[in-house]
């Protein structure tokens, strides 16, 4: 009983800590969110980024849709629309990528955010134990790039056994030799040992990196693992077996998603219609088993479109199965289960279902070697400060180029695979921290972990130096499956992993933590006490630590999905009963329909997906392009009154949306729309105790106020030119940013504005605005607000905003020419509660506005 009470309390401390730590992550995000808006025009990328084409100029038909625009649709996007005489449309449920999706350090925020569908697998009592309600989250992309804007960015291409396998199949066309020249296609390499390399190409679409930064320990267990007899080696190059500093999608440090890779440099093309928010409910299909358009809804209106060549489903390794399913192809019992008219019986929909399961909270504190508080792994404490966020705006470097989770891998081989053979079967992602160095705010909340689980195994080390090493299984033999709900097309579909269904595969994983165990023995980290984590998932307490038993129990417990569901639209020959599409990725028994995305893999590749993934989507292109070419083909003849003349088709310039009508973004109902767990509580729907209720009325207001264009959308955030050159002089001189901050150290003297959990077990920050626009001159009366200068500048304003004109500002810069366009301040202040409790005030005056935050 005891115990118990133990566990509570200690669930319950901790759970409150978290809680209290989210709307200062919150604050963070908004503060970076601003710096990226003021200083990082690379980021905002406003000329390039797509527009979302309008609903009601959408043609009637297309030559192909495209359903999906992730890892492989916005390739095919791309290839497809290099023939001028093919008018293609890309259907994406999801929005744009929002600018923080380029930071690398974030990318765990992501997982769980708006841009994410939140799958979650079925109730299991044989994994995910430890998961909230015993459910593994599945993060997939619901963004334009999808799962390639959220994922890690890292960029492996798989074994050459894999394909050949495929081939030995009856794949015809899928062998190693003939599908490297689609990596290399896809490829734009920046790491300079690799350019001049036959593996390797240069001048693709996906630009490969190292992250541009790195933390000590990551070079502490790469040493270790020659110690150990490993090479370091090019891990996509002629041989896989060895450790290799991480290739990853990253152009100039930040990530490369297919959308940014692919489509932005396309999205003006005139024959390429890209609708966001649609989410297609069915594929059409006729009486003659064609498929020959489909049916979506976008912001509550229906359309259907008919496509005159080919559908192509690259809705991802959940969705395309679920589709095939609504649209009336799959097993026709399940079909008739759920009340659908099944057109095609394909019992292989759905099936084959694969993911590269690994065991978490393996984790290894250290001692660090630094005395004079320098960090020698990734801290979120650290990591979250101004002199980071100024590295990183002005200077183009620092931590938040990081990525904590895998800076570093290995492919090993156990006991059960022969060395000989370079055919690894256990992938390690080494991560420079653990779970406890991020105070439970994004790796917790990624994997689901419960309450209890997190306590009881990090609570006691918060943010003491840890690094991990998570053992993956490459070639599961276990198979799970999806089903539908129902019927609805808005229902999440039914995820059944399976993990663990074969007993081997747990045999080979736990022999891989074995090899990890061995890896931390090596004197490079013993000189560095390298030790286990002490405590013990509670549910696994009664096996002695790091014995087999507890190992397995590990397993069962911290099951990690690495994000890569496959093989549910199996590609296969004719003679494979559970084969959906033929090799060259055409539906069975339907014309006018492809699947390409990782669900056609027939075995799931040994590592990462996402490289994969983007090599099936220019495959296809070639192979769509062939058929085609070849004639033989029956094109469903559309109404063509739908802009058919050339004036129409100009027309369509005008549609859509010019960068000169954009305003500057909605940054904070932006970031709190693409946080919303973050952000409950945050922006209220009514308040009768404040004067001003939300932000996001404020704001609105505002926005109602001043001269913001009709079209312009919070959700289409992207400012013109015209707005970016409002700041111009002060970034051609950003050492005005550091002189404030050098003037401001209040800012950080007591509290981390970044949301030190530590800080907020005795406070719960409070954020609040106001409206600063009293009175206007008649010049600023026709000026968007964004335009304006700052709020002080104003010759008229109302006794409650005195206190603005007292911000402190350096000696050195009140005399400057440029200093009335600066539209960034801080000014903090100590006060004492009404509960006698000190507090720390920030004032934070942005674009004419006035936010206020309580530590």
Known sequence: MSTHTQYSIKTAVSSTRILFGLLPGLGALILLRMAIHLYRPDIEDAEHRVRDYPFENLYDCYDFIIVGAGSAGAVLANRLSENPNWNILLLEAGQDENVLADIPVLFPALQTSAIDWQFVTEPSDEYCLSMVDTRCKW?????LGGSSTLNAMLYIRGNKRDYDNWANMGNIGWSYDEIIK?????????IPEYQNNPYHGVGGPISIEHFAYEQPITGKILEASQQLGYKIIDANGPSQTGFTRSHATLRDGLRCSTAKGYLRPVSKRRNLHISVHSLVEKILIDENRRAYGVKFVKREQTKIIKASREVILSAGSIQSPQLLMLSGIGDSEHLKEVGIYPIVNLPGVGKNLQDHVAMGGHSFLFDNPYNNGTDYCFNLNSVWSLGNLIDFAINKKGSLYSMMEAEAMAFVNTKYQDPVEDYPDIQLFIAPTSDNMDGGLFGK???GLTDETYAELYEDILFEPSFSIVPLLLRPKSRGYIKLKDGNPFSPPRIYANYFEDPQDLKILIEGARIVQALVQQPALQALNARPNPHRNPGCTQHELMSDEHLECQARHHSLTIYHPVGTCAMGSIDNHNAVVDPRLRVY??????VVDGSIMPTIVSGNTNAPIIMIGEKAADMIKED???GG?????????????EEAIEADSPNRIRLSQLGAPDILNETASLFPELSKGFLPTTNKRRSNTTLLTSLDNNRKKTSLPNSYNPIDHYHSSDVLNTYDEDRKNPKILQSYSNKIPQYSFKSNPFGNTNIMKNSMPV???????TELTERDKVRPFYARKPYYKHKHQSN???SFSNIRKPQNVQNRPNESKKKIYFKTEEVISPKGRKECKIWLYYDGMKYKVTI
């Open 139 to 143: 993060p997939r992309g619901r963004v």
């Open 182 to 190: 689609y990596f290399v296609k896809s490829e734009d390499m920046r």
């Open 445 to 447: 909340r990624a994997n």
């Open 589 to 594: 028994g339907v014309k006018g329909l492809r």
């Open 628 to 630: 085609w070419m070849q």
């Open 633 to 645: 083909i029956d094109i469903i003849q559309c109404d063509r009154k739908y802009k058919q003349n």
């Open 767 to 773: 954020y609040s605005s106001i409206n600063p626009f």
């Open 800 to 802: 409650n905003h005195k």
